[in-house]
């Protein structure tokens, strides 16, 4: 009998310390209203434009988002350089730069600002397919970095003044 309440009493407490409650939460001031993403870039023929403003409108945008007069502006600048590291006698290493500057209007004006820079490196052979796929891959993986980034600053944002959609 005291062997079956033990074993109660024992279950029930690693039970109940089992739960888990983050310790903080993020929380999105416009909830209800819809941000307007543009997106701004040099490069005419790539992805990265359509791929950041797709993961962005899946972090910041629901499926029953009111129309509002929230905007976030971005403007990516990707440099491609190389960093003079030779593997062997047939590939060499390069590195793709994305430089990213950000700005987050409401009704009023400004809310939030800044940059972003990351970067990432990957090898040139001399097969020309496996360089494009090695440089849209890299770009592909930045870019959702950034838009990550980019979703996180925005959503836990600080902001000096209330949020007017």
Not at 85 to 100: A, C, G, M, P, R
Not at 133 to 147: F, G, Q, R, V
Request: some cysteine; charged content about 20%; aromatic content about 10%.
């Amino acid at each position: 009998m005291k062997n079956n309440l033990f074993l109660y009493f024992l279950s029930s407490i690693i039970l109940i310390s089992c739960s888990f409650k983050p310790l903080y939460k993020k929380t999105n001031y416009f909830f209800p209203h819809k941000v307007e993403i543009i997106i701004k870039s040099l490069e005419k023929y790539e992805n990265n434009v359509s791929i950041m403003k797709s993961h962005l409108n899946q972090k910041l945008n629901l499926k029953n988002s009111k129309d509002s007069d929230l905007k976030l502006v971005v403007s990516i600048v990707r440099n491609v350089l190389s960093l003079g590291i030779n593997k062997d006698l047939n590939s060499y290493t390069s590195e793709i730069v994305f430089k990213i500057n950000y700005s987050f209007y409401d009704k009023k004006g400004l809310l939030l600002t800044g940059n972003l820079k990351n970067s990432s490196s990957f090898n040139i052979t001399s097969n020309n397919y496996a360089n494009i796929l090695a440089l849209e891959d890299a770009s592909n993986k930045l870019t959702i970095s950034l838009s990550n980034d980019i979703a996180n600053q925005i959503i836990a944002g600080n902001f000096s003044r209330k949020v007017r959609p």
